[in-house]
């Protein structure tokens, strides 16, 4: 059975694909130093390390005393707002934690690597298109451009050690386990479709639009959301993938669906049958206005297709968000 350490694999994205690729006969050891993290989000399947990858000695030790056949690297900071208040704390996590991952990877000789990259990279040059993986790169926040170096990285890592790599660039990742075992635990969000949902559960009291005057039909921002458990098929496929001997290569994540905030507004009060305290605020700092996915790439190579939609994936976060 090969084993494959997850960086990360404490948060939302990690814990989902952890299950997922221990389901799929896959071993699996997660790193991860829970600073937004959760230990119980770990599938108790897999061993667990409480370690901050940036530091490259101790990293390396767990290479030390497991033997790993590939690194599924997540672990990072997300948020665009908050890269844009400080882009530096973007950089240290994104840029120099992968640095070091990278680094151990290649001293321990591990040659399959794969990567939680993001849309965001294509900025608004993917304005009214779906974007394709050769759309050119125009990162608006500092969040975008940690991950897009780190795409670079990759490439001239890989050159030199001989890795073979998969890049995913996800769209806006959303939901929760149907059957109510995992979600995104964080208790104050700043996503989308949780902070809508915490809203309607009366969590917070009125929920922000940020911006109504983006170069869009309804004002707001047009983005794909795609459910974690789709996503975490993805990272199954992908690894099946790399262990065929695939060469390495970046796949686009997104269901190719478009959704204006207001839309996901309109769909979450219709699936919940509840009305939502709403307000129009300032833009936030960093925003695209229009992000979608031509997945063309990742169905036909990895036979990957996505299967739920909006809906479910607002009604499982409602749920799960209703238990936490
Ligand atoms: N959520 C999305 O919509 C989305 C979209 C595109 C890309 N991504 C990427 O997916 C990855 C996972 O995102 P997520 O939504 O699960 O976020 P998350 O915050 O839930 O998970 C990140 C995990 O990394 C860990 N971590 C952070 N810095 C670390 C470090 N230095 N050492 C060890 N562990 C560290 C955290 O504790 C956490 O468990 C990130 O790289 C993110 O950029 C997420
Ligand atoms: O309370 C809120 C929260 C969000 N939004 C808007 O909703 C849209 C989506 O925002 P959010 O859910 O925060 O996602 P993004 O900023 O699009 O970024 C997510 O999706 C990217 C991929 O597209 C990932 O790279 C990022 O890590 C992930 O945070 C944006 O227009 C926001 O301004 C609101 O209007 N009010």
């Known amino acids: 059975m090969n084993t494959i350490l997850v960086t990360g694999g404490a948060g939302y994205i990690g814990s989902h694909t952890v299950t997922k690729l ?17 230990r119980d989000a770990v599938d108790s399947r897999a061993k667990f390390y409480q370690c901050d990858v ?6 390396s030790k767990i ?24 882009p530096l704390k973007y950089f240290e996590h994104n840029v120099c934690g992968l640095n ?3 680094r151990v990877v290649a001293d321990k000789g591990v040659n399959k690597f794969m990567f939680s990259s993001t849309a965001s990279i294509y900025g608004n040059n993917s304005f009214n298109i779906k974007a ?14 940690s991950k897009h170096i780190g795409e670079q990285m990759i490439h001239w890592v890989s050159e030199r050690y001989g890795i073979n790599y998969v890049i995913f660039r996800y769209f806006n990742v959303a939901g929760a386990m149907l059957d109510g075992s995992n979600g995104l635990r964080t208790k104050n969000p700043t996503h989308l479709i949780p902070s809508i949902n915490s809203t309607l559960l009366g969590k917070r009291e009125v929920f922000e639009i940020f911006g109504d005057d983006y170069k ?8 794909d959301f795609i459910h974690v458990f789709d996503l975490a098929k993805a990272h199954q496929l992908g690894m099946d993938y790399l262990f065929n001997d695939g060469t390495s290569t970046v796949f686009n994540l997104g269901t190719e669906q478009g959704y204006s905030v207001k839309q996901v507004v309109d769909a979450a009060q219709k699936v919940t049958g509840l009305t939502l305290n709403k307000k129009i605020s300032e833009r936030r ?13 990742a169905r036909a190579t990895l036979n990957w297709s996505p299967e739920y939609t909006l809906g479910d994936m607002i009604l499982s976060d409602y749920n799960w968000r209703k238990k936490l």
């Open 132 to 145: 394709v993986e050769s759309t050119p790169i125009a990162p608006t926040n500092p969040y975008a451009e």
């Open 216 to 223: 869009t039909e309804d004002g707001t921002c047009i983005r």
């Open 22 to 38: 221990l389901n799929s006969n896959y071993n699996v050891i997660v790193a991860d130093d829970l600073s937004t993290g959760h």
């Open 285 to 297: 700092g960093g925003d695209p206005d229009f992000v979608l996915a031509n997945a063309t790439k």
């Open 63 to 86: 290479f030390d005393v497991e033997q790993i056949d590939a690194v599924l690297h997540c672990a990072g900071k997300i948020v665009v707002s908050e890269s844009v208040k400080d």
């Open 100 to 102: 070091s991952v990278l």
């Open 54 to 59: 940036s530091d490259e000695k101790q990293f």
